[in-house]
């Protein structure tokens, strides 16, 4: 019997990158996956595509996480199409690379929006509306734990996410929920590759295990998070990163 068989799971930015590769990871466990999306349907449909090919279920869902009314809206699908919600995975997210001093207003809004109040928004709705014995997985950064000029409002809306996921732990515990984040290091996605050559190379340079991140060292690990196998950890930010932070 594979670990996630007859679990539903909401994966917030599916439709790309590190999300994608959560998406394919608990399905290849069993679960039957919302890919949520901002607007990419095209990126979306095939995530949905492969996980079919592959015998499992899946359905794509636009949904602006940085919009509390979206976020409903999300849950109300997982629910009408597959009954409950039983993982939340937070993991849209955007970068922002800039001073303190040269973030504008709407650059802070931006970021914080979709990163920190996405992933509250979720949480709030999983509050309620989680069956027993769920799993919250947030996706921080490795960034975090590092002095990074320029990483300032970036880390600000992770550092965040991770102090909440420590609250909400607490929160959800007696019913056997599990909250937890995982802090991925560089990974190899367009997020990150849009940086300029030099630091990308830093970066790198940087693990432990001398290599970027790929989006498939990180599903394994959320799937496990996700798993029976899983449930005396929580409250955790744990670190994907190959030795880099
Ligand atoms: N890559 C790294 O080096 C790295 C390192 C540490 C942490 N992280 C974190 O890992 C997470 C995923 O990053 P990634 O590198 O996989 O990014 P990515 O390749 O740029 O993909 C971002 C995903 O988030 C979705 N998204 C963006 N804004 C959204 C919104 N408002 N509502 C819903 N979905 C939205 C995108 O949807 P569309 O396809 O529709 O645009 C896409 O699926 C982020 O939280 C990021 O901060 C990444």
């Known amino acids: 019997?594979?670990?996630l068989e007859n679990k539903t799971a909401i994966v917030t930015g599916g439709s790309r990158g590190i999300g994608a590769n959560i998406c394919l990871s608990l399905a290849a466990e069993g679960a039957q996956v919302v890919v949520n999306y901002a607007g990419n349907a095209k990126a979306a449909a095939e995530v949905v595509d492969k996980i079919e090919a592959a015998g499992g279920r899946a359905l794509a869902?636009?949904?602006d996480v940085s919009q509390s009314a979206?976020?409903?809206k999300l849950f109300d699908f997982a629910e009408q199409q597959f009954g409950k919600v039983d993982i939340l995975v937070n993991n849209a997210g955007v970068v922002h690379y800039k001073t303190i001093e040269e973030t504008t207003d709407e650059e802070f809004d931006r970021v914080m929006r979709i990163n920190t109040y996405g992933t509250f928004y979720g949480m709030r709705e999983a509050a309620s509306r989680m069956a027993d014995n769920g799993r919250v997985i947030n996706i921080s950064s490795s960034a975090v734990r590092m002095m990074l000029p320029t990483y300032g409002p970036y880390c600000g809306t992770k550092g965040a996410v991770e102090q909440m996921t420590r609250s909400f732990a607490?929160?959800?515990g007696l019913r056997g929920i599990t909250v937890n984040?995982?802090?991925p290091g560089p990974t190899e996605t367009e997020l990150f590759m849009d940086n300029p050559p030099e630091k990308i190379e830093r970066m790198r340079n940087l693990a432990a295990l001398g290599r970027l991140g790929r989006?498939?060292?990180m599903g394994p690990v959320i799937a496990f998070l996700a798993s029976e196998d899983g449930g005396w950890i929580t409250g955790q930010v744990v670190p994907v990163n190959g030795g880099t932070a």
Do not use: L
């Open 61 to 63: 869902v636009q949904a």
């Open 70 to 72: 979206e976020v409903k």
């Open 181 to 183: 984040a995982v802090s």
């Open 1 to 3: 019997m594979r670990k």
């Open 215 to 217: 989006p498939d060292d």
């Open 170 to 172: 607490k929160e959800m």
